[in-house]
């Protein structure tokens, strides 16, 4: 586990102050509205709480425990849970996956967003880095450059061992992961500086289900 993953200020330096454009987080709280449940999968210490309306019931879970003590401790409703374990979930309107698909195999992911789909009773929004796609390209550039996100990204819990190109996560999003629960959502990707954002809603016919 890489220093920035033990101590959530710099985490947050690092790669929410730095890395993460302001737009982001104004089209999270847009999409997100108002007057829902919403479930932070991978929540860290609870960083996209703080952009979402109040009126929200914010709920997250992640594995780092230093992340979650730090949140617990400003204030956020986060639990120490393993997001691949099913009694770690509850039905909730919104569910949220930030800057976690990368560092999934393509077995994990189908096995994370099944829970996922299975739970979300609106919509299911994911935002992850487009520029790691560069690593794929640029020669010994990209190569240099895949090493580096490795060697930033090594957050103790999962293992990188490829990145995807910008067609894989396009198939990915359009698979729906490959989740048998994928079928009742419709995606709608796009990009905003440098990132994805990628949101599923929930088909109109299946909403009565939840």
């Known amino acids: 586990m890489r220093l920035q993953y033990r101590h959530p200020k710099l985490y947050h330096l690092l790669v929410h102050k730095l890395m993460y454009p302001k737009q982001i987080w104004e089209e999270l709280r847009l999409e997100v509205g108002e007057n829902n449940t919403i479930f932070d999968i991978a929540a860290g210490y609870g960083h996209a709480a703080n952009f979402l309306h109040p009126s929200n019931a914010y709920y997250g879970i992640d594995i780092n425990k230093h992340f979650v003590s730090y949140g617990c401790k400003k204030g956020g409703n986060l639990e120490l849970k393993n997001i691949f374990d099913p009694a770690a979930y509850r039905p909730s309107d919104i569910f949220l996956a930030i800057d976690i698909v990368h560092h999934l195999s393509a077995e994990k992911s189908k096995e994370l967003f099944n829970l996922v789909?299975?739970?979300?009773?609106?919509?299911?929004?994911?935002?992850?880095?487009?520029?790691?796609?560069?690593?794929?390209?640029?020669?010994?550039?990209?190569?240099?450059?895949?090493?580096?996100?490795?060697?930033?990204?090594?957050d103790g819990f999962t293992t990188i061992d490829r990145w995807m190109s910008e067609r894989e996560y396009r198939d990915l999003f359009q698979s729906r992961f490959g989740s048998v629960y994928g079928k009742d959502f419709e995606v709608t990707p796009q990009k905003i500086i440098g990132y994805h954002f990628v949101v599923f809603n929930r088909k109109a016919e299946t909403l009565s289900e939840t």
Do not use: E, M, T, Y
Not at 120 to 149: H, M, Q, T
């Open 117 to 154: 789909f299975q739970h979300a009773k609106k919509k299911v929004i994911i935002i992850d880095p487009a520029f790691v796609s560069i690593a794929r390209k640029c020669g010994p550039l990209g190569a240099f450059l895949g090493w580096l996100f490795r060697v930033l990204d090594n």
